[in-house]
């Protein structure tokens, strides 16, 4: 089922790399002197350059997501907590058939987010945040850091950034390498270009009562 909506999914790294890699052809076309064969040598060359940049853009695509990382469900020795989405009316028009559900994993090995989403309007662009508050009354509140009053962008938050492919389905994971405290309660989606109109809001309820709170006392300080 993963699998299915991993490969309708748009990697947004991939399109990225795509984009690099299409500005550099043009810089190499441009020089119009260079005989065929340099310019075909150029690029070849260009190519350990692109590779370190991908060495590199890793943990920063990481941190807004990665859809074929591990599902939270799948996670070894995880305390689960998840929920499906309620709609908000913050939404904009076209979300009434937005559906799905998030799970949250913590492990000894960090957090695990992942969110699935069908029903959507095709080929936008999301980004899901953990926030802090419950989906009602707030709309989640805030959201959640793991060092409050600090950094607003990953590692500090957890984001998850996706597009919804041609049949309106939106998957993604995201990892972090520390332990969500109890606070990160609820997950809301928001369109990439208007995040003032929230979408959508799980509240996430424990597989196993006090499982999470377990496993943060259990986190090696
Ligand atoms: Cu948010």
Redesign the pocket.
């Known amino acids: 089922m993963h699998s299915t909506h991993r490969s309708h999914v748009r990697q947004i790294t991939a399109a990225c790399c795509g984009l690099v890699l299409f500005a550099g052809a043009c810089g190499s076309d441009g020089a119009d002197a260079v005989p065929a064969e340099t310019a075909a040598q150029t690029v070849d060359e260009m190519e350990p350059d692109m590779d370190m940049d991908m060495d590199m853009d890793p943990e920063m695509a990481m941190n807004m997501g990665d859809p074929d990382a591990t599902p939270a469900d799948d996670v070894d020795d995880a305390a689960l907590a998840r929920g499906t989405f309620v709609l908000l009316d913050t939404r904009p028009q076209g979300y009434d058939d937005a559906a799905g559900s998030a799970v949250i994993a913590r492990s000894p090995a960090g957090t695990t987010v992942t969110v699935e989403l069908n029903g959507l309007p095709p080929n936008v662009d999301y980004?899901?945040?953990v926030?802090a508050e419950p989906c009602a009354p707030d709309n989640?509140g805030p959201?959640y850091q793991f060092d409050v009053g600090g950094s607003t962008v990953p590692p500090n938050e957890i984001h998850l950034a996706f597009t919804s492919d041609d049949d309106g389905v939106g998957f993604m994971t995201a990892e972090n390498d520390a332990i969500a405290g109890v606070d990160a309660q609820a997950l809301?989606v928001?369109p990439a270009e208007f995040?003032d109109n929230?979408v959508a809001c799980v509240d996430f309820v424990e597989d196993r009562a006090g499982a999470a709170a377990g496993m943060i006392d259990d986190e090696p300080m």
């Open positions: 980004i899901a945040h926030h989640g959201h809301v928001h995040l929230k």
